[in-house]
Structure formats: C-alpha cells, structure tokens
C-alpha cells in the first residue's frame, strides 16, 4: 500500500473515530438533561433528603414552617413521589395554598412550641417568612401579637398519621427550632431524618451562610439536644442542620 492510501485511511478511521465520539458525547448530553433533578428547597437540601429516602416509595413527612408548597420547601419531592404528610404554619395564607395544592396532606394553622398556651408573636406581615415567637425577631417586628400554641405531640396525636411511622421531620421557625423539637416526643417517633434550621445569633446581623462558624453549631442547645438523643450530624447546608438518627446508620 501506498504511503499516500495509509495516509488517506489513517484520516478517515480518526474522522470516523470522532463521529462516534461525538454522537455518544451527544446521547450523555441528553441523558443528563433527563437526570437533572429540580429541587424546590432554599438550597438543595430536599436533593439529599430525597437521595435518603430514594428506596422509600411512601412515607410520612412533617414540615413545621412550611411557607410555601413549592418555593423554599422540603417536602414537595417526596409529595410528588406519592408521599403524605401534615405541613404546618401560623400564617392562614399559606395553609389556605396548600390546601389548594397538597390535598393528601394534613395542612394546620398553628403555631408549635414547647408548651401549649398563649406566646408572643412577632409579627412583620402576612405571608412573611419571618414572621416568628423567637426574641431574635423582636427588634425589627411591626407589631407583637399573642397567638395560641400547640406541640407537636398534640398535632400528631390528632391527626391522620396518628399511628403512622414519621420518617422525615423539618423545621424552619426563625429561632424557635428548639422549643419545637422539644415538643416531639423523639424516643416515641424518632424520625429517620431531621432538618432543622438553625440561627446563628453570633452572627444575626448577616446571615449569611458564609459568615457562619461549625463552632457555634457544635456548641449549640440544638445539637446537644439532637447528639443526646440518638441523632447524628451528616450534613450542614446554608443554615439547615440534617440529622440522622443512629438506628439508621451503619
């Protein structure tokens, strides 16, 4: 064979060659394109609880402080996966929306705490985010209202789910997180996964993920009070906290 034919050859076998590539670069494109997940959480975090609970074709969320069924909410994923739960918040507006949108939930206007009875609120408007019954809120609120309390306890002996088993409990209350897991009995539920924000009031005036220090999270009344019961740490997302409880861990 001539040198110019193995020249020529040499040219088609790699032209050839990088069709091939490209055609499977293409098919991996449109492959990942069908793999993207869309996530409805502030910052990823219902990725990884719907990575945990991928195996679990139904199950039973609750979601304390639940603002929004698809903006900045933890549990959308796994409602449209076929689960069910009870989403709770002390603004009527967004109990009405998800009452709209979330017809297998349980959707309850109440605000949660440790005790039940009478607590200030701190209030800045109607469907605000942060709207709150921690002191934290206090200084900016345009008004402090007296609302009714309830514990979690309460709300799920009430519910439903009564006799159902909780596998992902998540809490945003703006300071308050503490005096909602207290009101759960967690020997008796102990859900597989806790999400739960948590302020850093070293830091209140930028809160700003950035800022943040694992320190102050280590230090903290909320994970003493999870490490205590049973739970470990296996995530820091932006402000979120996720445990897990050691029942489930290897």
Partial sequence: MKFEEKIKQKYLYSRSFNLFKLLYFYIQKLKSKRRIQKSYSGGAQDLIINYFFRNKKKGVYIDVGCYHPYNGNNTMLLYNRGWSGINIDLDFHTIDFFNYVRKRDENINIAISEQEGEKNLYFFHNRSAINSLSEIRKNNAKEIRKIQTKTLNSVIKNSKFKNEKINLLSIDVEGHEIEVIKSLDLIKYFPEMIVIEFLDRNILDNLEF??????????????????????????????????????VRK
């Fill in 210 to 247: 950035h800022n943040q220090n694992i320190n102050y999270i280590l230090k903290s009344e909320i994970y003493q009070y999870m490490i205590k019961n049973d739970y470990h740490l296996v995530n820091w997302l932006h402000s979120d906290l996720i445990f897990v409880h050691n029942s």
